[in-house]
C-alpha cells in the first residue's frame, strides 16, 4: 500500500463566478427552506391566521342568538377575519428572529461571512427572501380568513360584508402586510442583539409589555404617546377606522416602517463593524 | 500568498494577537505552531476579516479578503469554531456556499464523495460526529477550488486514517501549486505535514523558518555530560544563560552550551569525562523550549508540562 494511491485529488473547477446579490439571494433561500424550525413557524403561522377566525367565527354565530345587543355591536366582521393576525404575528416574529440569531448560535455565520465578506449583501438577501416569503403565504391566508368566515357567518346571515366594501380588501391585505414587517422587524432585533432568546425577548418587550405599560401613566400622556408605539401604530394599516387617540391608517403605517428602517438600518451599521 | 503586516487585536485588556508579521508562500505546506490560546484562530480570523485588527494588516493574493469579488475562489477556509447550522445538512451547508459564487450543484456532490460523507449527506449536521464535522468543514473550504488554503487545527477529532488523508491532501495542495497555511499546537503533526514553519507565542512571532532549520536551532546547546566529578565541572561551568538538569545517575544535562564549550571547560580544569553528546530534542521538546516562556500562564521556571495539562 503506497501513500501515493491514497492521496486525494481535488477535482479542479472549470469555471469561476463571483459573488452577486441575485447569487446571495438563492444562497439565503437554501439556508431558509434547509431548515425545520422555517416549516413549523411558518405553518403556525398559517395555522393561527385561518384558525383562530374560524373559531372566533363559528362561536359567535353558534351563540349569536343568545348576545346582548351590546355584544353583537362589539363584533365586526373585520375584526372576527383578522382576529389570527395577533397571534401569528409572534410566530412570524420568532421565525424572523432565529433566522439571524441561529446562525450566531451555531457559528454558521462565519462560512456565511466567508461567502459574502461584505456582509450587508447577506442581510439584504435575509430580509427580501422572508418578506417575500411571508407575503406569498400570509396573503392567501388572511384573504381565506375573510373569505371563511364571511361563509360561516352567513349562515345566519349576520355580520355580512362586501369584500369591495370602502377599506374591506385593503384591511384584509393590509393584515398580511402588518405580519411582514413585523418579521422584518423581527429580523432586525436578531442581528442586533444576535441571540434567539435576548431577541424573542426584546420583540415581546416591544409589542406586548411596552402597550399595557402605558396604562400605568397618567391617561393625557398615555393617549399621546401610545398611538407611536410600533404595535399599535403598525395595526392601523389594517383597521377600518380610527379614534381619537390613534393614528390614521396612512399615518400608522408610516410610523411603523420607520421603525422598521430604524431597526434595519441599526442592524446593517452593526453588521459590517463587529467581529464575527 | 497570504502576507500579514504588523498584525495586532486586543479583546478588551488582553492582547490576542501582538504585532505579528509574516508571509505564507505557495507551493509549500507552512506549518502555524502555538500552543493553545497563542492567538493562532485569532489570526485566521483577522486574515478572513471576520474579525477587524485594532493595528497592521492582512490580505491575502494581493488584497483584504473582503475586496475579492469571489473570495471562495481564493481562499477557502476550515475555522476551528464550528461554522455549520446543525440543523441543516451537510449537502445544503455546501449548496448554500456553492450558490453564493454560481457554483454547479455538481460541485457540491463531488466534495461529498471526497471526503467521504456520501452516506451522511442529508442528515443533519448536528447529529455528526468532531471527525464527521472536520470533514464537511473541508469540503466546504474547497469548494470553490481555492488558491490558499486555510485550516484551523483540520486533524482534530479525526481517526489514524482521517489524519493519514489529511496530510496527503495538504501536501496535494501544494503541490499542485497552491498556499497552505494549517495551524496546529502539535509540533509531531507539523513535522510530518510542513515544509515551513510560522511559530507563535502569546500572539508574538518567535520563529519563522524551514522545518530543519528550526528543529536544528532549539535543540543546540543541549549537551549530555558524564563525568565521575559532576560537582566540580558544574561549579566550572556554571554562568549566566547556563543551566542544568539532572540525568540518570552519573550524568548531568547541560543547556545554554555546545559540546566543545563543555570539553574546552573540562579540559582546562582538569575534569574526567566519561561521556559528552550533544543532545537532538525532539520535535516536542524543541517546540516547548521555544515556547516556553511565551506560555500564556506559564509561571516562571516551571515545567511547560504542568502549565499545558
Redesign the interface.
Known amino acids: 500500500m503506497s501513500?501515493v494511491a491514497?492521496?486525494?485529488?481535488?477535482?479542479?473547477?472549470e469555471t469561476?463566478?463571483?459573488?452577486?446579490f441575485p447569487?446571495?439571494l438563492?444562497?439565503?433561500w437554501?439556508?431558509f427552506r434547509?431548515?425545520?424550525?422555517t416549516a413549523w413557524s411558518l405553518g403556525v403561522g398559517i395555522l393561527l391566521t385561518i384558525g383562530f377566525p374560524l373559531l372566533f367565527a363559528a362561536v359567535t354565530s353558534s351563540h349569536w342568538g343568545q348576545m346582548s345587543p351590546q355584544d353583537r355591536a362589539s363584533r365586526s366582521p373585520l375584526d372576527i377575519a383578522l382576529a389570527g393576525v395577533n397571534v401569528a404575528q409572534l410566530a412570524i416574529a420568532v421565525l424572523g428572529v432565529l433566522v439571524v440569531s441561529?446562525?450566531y448560535s451555531?457559528?454558521?455565520?462565519?462560512?456565511t461571512?466567508?461567502?459574502?465578506?461584505?456582509r450587508l449583501p447577506v442581510l439584504w438577501a435575509k430580509l427580501l427572501d422572508y418578506a417575500a416569503i411571508s407575503l406569498a403565504l400570509m396573503v392567501p391566508a388572511v384573504l381565506i380568513s375573510f373569505f371563511a368566515t364571511q361563509a360561516i357567518l352567513s349562515r345566519h346571515d349576520i355580520l355580512q360584508v362586501s369584500v369591495t366594501a370602502p377599506g374591506i380588501a385593503r384591511c384584509v391585505l393590509m393584515g398580511a402586510v402588518y405580519v411582514m414587517l413585523v418579521g422584518l422587524f423581527a429580523m432586525a432585533l436578531g442581528a442586533i442583539v444576535r441571540n434567539t432568546a435576548g431577541g424573542i425577548a426584546l420583540f415581546a418587550g416591544i409589542f406586548f409589555v411596552l402597550p399595557p405599560l402605558m396604562f400605568t401613566l397618567p391617561q393625557t400622556w398615555n393617549n399621546a404617546i401610545s398611538q407611536y408605539l410600533p404595535s399599535n401604530a403598525g395595526r392601523q394599516i389594517f383597521s377600518l377606522d380610527h379614534g381619537s387617540h390613534t393614528l390614521t391608517p396612512l399615518a400608522g403605517g408610516l410610523v411603523f416602517a420607520a421603525y422598521c428602517v430604524t431597526a434595519i438600518a441599526v442592524a446593517a451599521f452593526l453588521l459590517r463593524?463587529r467581529?464575527? | 500568498m497570504i502576507e500579514v503586516t504588523n498584525l495586532t487585536k486586543d479583546y478588551g485588556d488582553k492582547r490576542a494577537v501582538d504585532g505579528l508579521t509574516f508571509t505564507v508562500q505557495p507551493g509549500i505546506v507552512t506549518g502555524f505552531l502555538g500552543p493553545n490560546g497563542s492567538g493562532k484562530s485569532t489570526t485566521m480570523r483577522l486574515i478572513l476579516g471576520l474579525d477587524a485588527p485594532n493595528k497592521g494588516d492582512a490580505t491575502v493574493n494581493g488584497k483584504h479578503y473582503r475586496d475579492h469579488p469571489a473570495p471562495l475562489h481564493e481562499v477557502g477556509a476550515l475555522l476551528e469554531a464550528r461554522s455549520v447550522h446543525t440543523g441543516r445538512s451537510a449537502y445544503n451547508h455546501l449548496l448554500a456556499l456553492a450558490q453564493t459564487h454560481g457554483i454547479a450543484k455538481r460541485r457540491v456532490a463531488e466534495m461529498i464523495d471526497l471526503v467521504g460523507l456520501h452516506d451522511v449527506a442529508r442528515k443533519r449536521a448536528g447529529q455528526f460526529s468532531l471527525g464527521m464535522g472536520q470533514r464537511l468543514g473541508i469540503a466546504a473550504a474547497l469548494i470553490g477550488d481555492p488558491k490558499t488554503v486555510l485550516l484551523d487545527e483540520p486533524v482534530n477529532g479525526l481517526d489514524p486514517e482521517g489524519i493519514h488523508w489529511v496530510r496527503n491532501l495538504l501536501k496535494g495542495l501544494a503541490a499542485e501549486g497552491r498556499t497552505v497555511f494549517v495551524s496546529s499546537h502539535l509540533m509531531s503533526e507539523m513535522a510530518l505535514t510542513a515544509d515551513h514553519l510560522i511559530v507563535i507565542g502569546r500572539g508574538k512571532l518567535i520563529a519563522d523558518t524551514s522545518v530543519d532549520e528550526f528543529v536544528a536551532r532549539a535543540s543546540e546547546k543541549v549537551v549530555l555530560v558524564r563525568s565521575p566529578d559532576l560537582t566540580r565541572l558544574q561549579e566550572e561551568l556554571a554562568g549566566p544563560g547556563v543551566s542544568f538538569e539532572s540525568a540518570e545517575r552519573g550524568a548531568v544535562e547541560v543547556h545554554g552550551l555546545t559540546a566543545e564549550q563543555v570539553g574546552d571547560a573540562a579540559a582546562s580544569a582538569g575534569v574526567v569525562l566519561h561521556e559528552l553528546t550533544p543532545q537532538h530534542a525532539s520535535l516536542e521538546e524543541a517546540f516547548m523550549n521555544l515556547t516556553r516562556d511565551e506560555l500564556e500562564f506559564g509561571a516562571q521556571g516551571a515545567p511547560v508540562e504542568e502549565v499545558v495539562a
Not at chain 1, 34 to 37: F, L
Open positions: 501513500a491514497s492521496t486525494p485529488q481535488v477535482p479542479r473547477l469561476t463566478g463571483r459573488v452577486t447569487r446571495v438563492l444562497s439565503e437554501t439556508k434547509s431548515v425545520r424550525s441561529a446562525e451555531t457559528g454558521s455565520i462565519r462560512a461571512f466567508s461567502a459574502v465578506p461584505k463593524r467581529d464575527v
